[in-house]
């Protein structure tokens, strides 16, 4: 059973009041370095994984993208997509990830946003959009940072007085499940190493362009002082890779 927290009211109100939920793209810490891996989309057939409320569908088509298709195991998600979405050539489909099945060679580009770590198979899904993806075609997706997803418990260490001291590391090379807590308890996350991530795609047959461990941007920490903890550990991974 794929594990869909999206839906669980509890879960789903927290998520919708984050700033990336209700401020969109420019609200994402890591978007700074993620735009710029994507290319030209004028006249191209996109899909967006793990899609959430559509943000970067419909940034897929205010740079003129042909058409998009978003997936996402949520309708909740896929709800409020579609309520700020008003475009015909943007599709919706409701399926579990690792469920797609498209044509060969359908799209240009295929993009995913902080949703691969919810995946149990990350090694088939590549050869999926490998597959799906026209030759030449660019992929760029970003995952929670393995250095972030290596221990269940995904937070800081403190002193004694609430101080942040330290992040964590342990377990590294032992991949697989991490029960987590994020806005809710018990949320499924899967751990694997960079290498992993790598080898992957490479297998797959993919042409490795880019590998980004982002940083907050200084005008994000100006607007949201706080940001400057993440200085301290890469949070997020950005990978960007070719057929």
């Known amino acids: 059973m794929k594990q869909n927290k999206y839906d669980d009211p509890k879960f789903f109100s927290a998520y919708e009041k984050m700033p990336r939920s209700t401020d969109g793209l420019e609200a994402a810490g ?11 989309l004028e006249n191209k057939d996109v899909l967006d994984l793990g899609c959430g409320f559509g943000w970067h569908c419909r940034y897929a088509r205010e740079n003129y993208a042909r058409s998009v298709i ?21 599709t919706y489909l409701k399926m579990p990830i690792e469920d797609i099945h498209f044509s060969p060679a359908q799209f240009d580009v295929v993009i ?17 959009i490998y597959d799906s993806l026209k030759p030449g075609g660019t992929f760029v997706f970003s995952v929670e940072h393995p250095i972030f997803t290596s221990r269940s418990d995904q937070d800081w260490i403190y002193d004694e007085e609430g101080n942040r001291l330290h992040w964590a590391i342990d377990d590294y090379q032992s991949e697989g499940i991490r029960d987590t807590s994020f806005l809710t308890e018990n949320v499924i996350k899967y751990h694997r190493t960079i290498s992993t991530y790598i080898n992957d795609l ?14 907050p941007s200084k005008e994000m920490i100006k607007r949201v002082p706080e940001m400057k903890e993440e200085l301290r550990r890469p949070m997020f991974l950005i990978i960007s890779v070719q057929k």
């Not at 890591?30 to 030209?40: G, N, R, V």
């Not at 995913?112 to 999926?128: G, M, T, V």
């Not at 490479?202 to 940083?215: L, N, S, W």
């Open 112 to 128: 995913s946003s902080l949703a691969f770590h919810y995946i149990r198979s990350f090694d088939s899904l590549c050869e999926k």
């Open 30 to 40: 890591e978007w700074h370095e993620f735009q710029p891996l994507i290319p030209d």
């Open 202 to 215: 490479i297998q797959a047959g993919f042409h490795v362009k880019t590998v980004k461990e982002p940083r």
């Open 70 to 90: 978003g997936v996402d195991i949520s309708e909740k998600m896929l709800d409020k997509a579609r309520e700020k979405t008003s475009d015909p050539r943007i």
